[in-house]
């Protein structure tokens, strides 16, 4: 789905991942039904599910609840927001490689405030066990690669502040779980990301031209109608950082208008310095010789 369209569906909806999910039949349960009812469902080698309304009347934020137990009716696992479905889509597939099933739950986290919702990956075998969370800022897709190993696909926001909500900046992560933990696979997929095979880069292209770029300069980053430019800038230099080609992303950032590109990218830094912190350090270094 082009950035536009989906970052259109986020001002709108606030949750389009899980709207984009849910089935009519989902085993879930929701903090704002009054129909909400317990669901138990049976998995495999003894375990079952069971999923519904909190036991504490006076919860607020951990309205829902959804627990795994063993054939001996011991919990195994618990989850607990203001709103927890399983996911019976994904529930099932292999994600470690171990050729065993996974069960799924996603959980909103926010109280609320359709602002943290998450993918709870949880394992049986060989003893029940987490495996990772996935949280849902944005769009997050399964599949499976050639060698038919899971291939997570996430859309992560970008720093905020320069945009309104609607127009947050957008990039491709690519995560592969190696030895039960998530693993940033990113750069294996970068000639595809960017490319014309990709529908945001395409968007992207149409909009970082010399032409508009050159129109950012004179209207300044402030202005409503320079937004749509803005993300894309912010979006595309967020997408080379994850590939790790910073050289490049130094280059789309230095297209930012010169009266506030230190501001822009001491912010930029402080977004991704945990996960790359030597390009951190060094964006950080070139705004502040501004």
């Known amino acids: 789905m082009p950035r536009v369209l989906f970052l259109l569906i986020c001002a709108v909806c606030f949750s389009p991942a899980l709207r984009a999910q849910k089935t009519q039949a989902e085993i879930a349960c929701h903090s704002d039904r009054n129909d909400n009812i317990p669901h138990k469902e049976k998995l495999w080698d003894g375990y079952e599910i069971s999923l519904g309304p909190s036991r504490d009347p006076e919860a607020v934020e951990e309205k829902c609840t959804g627990a795994i137990y063993n054939r001996a009716g011991r919990g195994v696992f618990r989850t607990n927001g203001f709103n927890v479905v ?33 993918y709870i990956i949880f394992s049986l075998s060989p003893k029940p066990h987490k495996l990772f969370e996935i949280p849902m800022e944005g769009r997050v897709d399964f599949e499976k690669d050639k060698e038919g190993k899971m291939v997570i696909w996430k859309r992560t926001a970008g720093p905020y502040g320069f945009t309104s909500m609607a127009r947050t900046p957008f990039a491709e992560k690519v995560l592969r779980v190696t030895e039960g933990k998530l693993v940033d696979a990113t750069p294996e997929f970068c000639g595809k990301i960017l490319s014309g095979e990709s529908e945001d880069y395409q968007a992207d292209q149409l909009l970082l031209t010399l032409e508009n770029l050159k129109k950012l300069e004179t209207t300044g980053t402030t202005d409503w109608n320079s937004e749509q430019i803005v993300s894309a800038l912010l979006s595309r230099a967020l997408q080379y950082v994850f590939c790790r080609r910073f050289d490049e992303a130094m280059k789309e950032l230095d297209f930012w208008p010169e009266d506030d590109r230190r501001k822009m990218k001491i912010g930029f830094a402080d977004a991704i310095r945990e996960d790359y912190p030597e390009f951190a350090a060094k964006l950080r270094e070139s705004g502040e010789k501004k």
């Open 86 to 118: 399983f996911d019976e889509e994904q529930t099932g597939k292999d994600f470690d490689g171990d050729g065993k099933p996974e069960v799924v739950f996603r959980t909103d986290a926010g109280g609320g405030n359709h602002c943290c919702w998450g």
